[in-house]
């Protein structure tokens, strides 16, 4: 009975390291992704768009977009970045086309939130 229950969780313990390896694998193809997309040159939107619509496959590409920043929408989202309070600033960004885009600016400190105090450019 003992022999039986070690060669059961032998098999199961052989599968979880085997599930291990291969989900390894996978994640470090994906990371590599991530990092040849976040370092490719900006592309046009509609270039973006016409290939999220054949395969949907656009996350972590730069993308380029020209239009009229909206500051009055600027909205604030609490977080925090090398151990310091502040917040995540996005701000809408009407296009040339009409359409609207949510640009993430960044993160600011706590004590820069009004966009007054914030250096200009």
């Known amino acids: 009975m ?5 060669l059961a969780l032998f ?5 979880l390291g085997t599930w291990q390896v291969q989900r390894l694998h996978w994640k470090e193809g994906l990371l590599q992704t991530i990092d040849q997309r976040t370092h490719s040159a900006p592309r046009p939107l509609a270039e973006l768009e016409k290939q999220f619509a054949a395969t949907a496959d656009v996350d972590y590409t730069p993308v380029t977009v020209t239009g009229t920043f909206l500051h009055h929408g600027e909205r604030h989202f609490f977080a925090t970045w090398e151990g310091a309070s502040g917040f995540d600033v996005f701000t809408p960004l009407q296009l040339d086309d009409g359409r609207f885009v949510l640009i993430n600016r960044g993160f600011v400190p706590y004590d820069l939130k009004d966009a007054a105090k914030r250096p200009q450019g």
């Open 11 to 15: 098999v199961i313990l052989v599968g």
């Open 2 to 6: 003992l022999l039986i229950l070690a």
